[in-house]
């Protein structure tokens, strides 16, 4: 078992940033893949960056290349997410996810499907005001 804790959201002005963070606990961190997803109001949840184990590679939704960064400490072990030119339709609840393993890698073509994630967080709110 694998627990998430998500901190970092909160209000931002359009044109701003944020870093979220996801703490993780239990089993070894550093095997796992670590998504980002979120949800914004009456929308179904959506990939927005994922990172494998190692940390080397790193995948981005389309919408998000280019503002957005993710990265992993897994000394610490945390998974961040770094926002950068926030725009209005970023607002979501932003949740964090683990999956696969480094013996058996969540495949590149799928690292954005919510369903090859096995362990997930509470999310957390990110607002960004007009």
């Known amino acids: 078992q694998v627990q998430l804790v998500e901190s970092g959201g909160g209000l931002v002005q359009a044109g701003g940033s944020l870093r979220l963070s996801c703490a993780a606990s239990?089993?070894?961190?550093?095997?796992?893949?670590m998504g980002w997803f979120r949800q914004g109001p009456g929308k179904e949840r959506e990939f927005v960056a994922a990172i494998n184990y190692s940390g080397r590679s790193t995948y981005y939704a389309d919408s998000v290349k280019g503002r957005f960064t993710i990265s992993r400490d897994n000394a610490k072990p945390t998974v961040y997410l770094l926002m950068n030119s926030l725009k209005p339709k970023d607002t979501a609840v932003y949740y964090c996810a683990a999956g696969g393993t480094s013996r058996t890698p969540i495949p590149t073509a799928t690292m954005g499907l919510l369903q090859m994630y096995d362990y997930w967080g509470q999310g957390t709110q990110v607002t960004v005001s007009s």
């Open positions: 239990g089993r070894t961190f550093s095997i796992y893949a």
